[in-house]
């Protein structure tokens, strides 16, 4: 089956540095998302990605869509302490009737104030 | 303007015993997709309902099961509880065609604890 190898597991960081986390796919995918997820919250969509070599931006978050359709990297700029939480991608293989979104493990980013 | 809404927050069940968690989907949304989260781990995807039925379905056991009702609220069943159920679980909402593109919104989830 499809597995997300996201990585760095955990990142600890001082504010106002920038930050960078990828994943990558054993297989392909028509759609990238990034999730953050707060403590007791359900994740939270960041960015959507649809079309391979997209680069998106919301604020100070920057996705991009990998050329082979099996990656995505989401870079944070001047982290800030509320960016703190767990940050997911997802992808999802819209072809077909396939609508499930297959999650990676999460990266874990703590910023020091 | 409501997002999704889950209950029961927290329970505990012991090994055996069944299980029923709700959801209600954001305004408007007409589409339910139900994910367990198990303690370090992503969401894995357990089923999706629209139309009331079962759209698609992921690599769980039929001990697991869903509803979908006709204002669109959402039942999960779980029977025979094992200690390995014991995670959050989350509901999240979509319109489509918006369903298609993976833009869910998520509730902040049920946990469920299993002695």
Not at chain 2, 35 to 41: D, F, V
């Amino acid at each position: 089956g499809q597995q997300l190898n996201q990585s760095p597991q955990s990142m600890f960081i001082q504010e106002g540095e920038d930050v960078s986390m990828n994943c990558t796919s054993s297989s392909i995918f028509n759609t990238w998302l990034w999730y953050k997820q707060e403590p007791g919250e359900g994740p939270v969509l960041l960015i959507a990605l649809y079309k391979a070599g997209e680069l998106t931006s919301n604020g100070r978050l920057t996705a991009q869509f990998g050329i082979t359709r099996k990656d995505s990297f989401l870079n944070i700029s001047a982290s800030i302490p509320s960016d703190v939480g767990i940050y997911f991608c997802a992808g999802q293989d819209s072809g077909g009737s396939n609508y499930k979104l297959t999650f990676g493990k999460g990266t874990l980013l703590t910023v020091n104030p | 303007d409501a997002g999704v809404t889950q209950s029961p927050t927290h329970l505990i069940k012991t090994r055996g015993q069944q299980v029923t968690l709700r959801c209600s989907p954001k305004s408007g949304h007409d589409t339910v997709s139900w994910y367990q989260q198990a303690l370090g781990q992503g969401p894995q995807f357990i089923f999706q309902y629209y139309e009331e039925e079962e759209r698609q379905r992921g690599n769980f056991p039929d001990r697991f099961s869903g509803h979908q009702f006709p204002n669109y609220s959402s039942e999960l069943n779980v029977n025979a509880l094992l200690l390995g159920d014991s995670a959050l679980y989350l509901c999240a909402s979509s319109l489509l065609p918006d369903g298609n593109t993976g833009e869910l919104f998520f509730g902040e989830g049920s946990r469920l604890t299993v002695l």
